[in-house]
């Protein structure tokens, strides 16, 4: 009567299921790289713990969500973070030390390090709670130009580049941002 009522996946079948496809779409941290097997991307890192990678690339979805953009642009945003730290030590003390203050509110809060927390309004308020904070600021800073700056993302955000070189906008329908 089990098999009738729960269909031909048992409970173990189900859970060994979903286990395998979490981990197929996680972030894995795997010595010193980042990898995302469902994307086919990865990233050595060069200064940074690949856990702090891992965080700065949460803060990353978290201070600029787009649900759109894959994990990839949001590594590539905060990989001059890491190229910064493998050339100035204090660079990489004020991200490591910011990222494990993170972990701290994190686990005093919620039990678990900021990458674990679930739910993205819970991961804000932790990153609302530091904002003035210098290791915030630097990542923020980065960001705008990391991930904005990045032509890749241009046409997911509908926006076709800079108009100067085709003439401006004037003439060419300015006011056609279906993506706003």
Known sequence: M???????????????????????????????????????????????????????VRMARDIYPHDRLADRFYVVAVKPQDEAAAKDPAIRNLLENGVATLDAAAKSKHGTPFVEVGWEAD?????????????????????????????????????????????GYLERGFDDIEWL
Do not use: C
Request: hydrophobic share 40%.
């Open 123 to 167: 991961r804000v308020r932790l990153l609302r709670g530091m904002e003035t904070d210098p290791f915030f600021q630097k990542v923020r800073g980065g960001l705008v130009t990391g991930l904005y700056n990045n032509q890749e993302v241009w046409p997911l955000f509908g926006y076709e580049g800079e108009s100067a070189s085709k003439g």
């Open 2 to 56: 089990s098999q009738a009522i729960h269909g031909a996946i048992g409970r173990r079948g189900f859970l060994a299921g979903t286990a395998s496809a979490a981990a197929a779409t996680a972030i894995l941290v795997s010595g010193g790289a980042i990898l995302k097997p469902s994307e086919a991307w990865g990233y050595e890192v060069k200064a940074l713990k690949p856990g702090t990678m891992r965080t700065l």
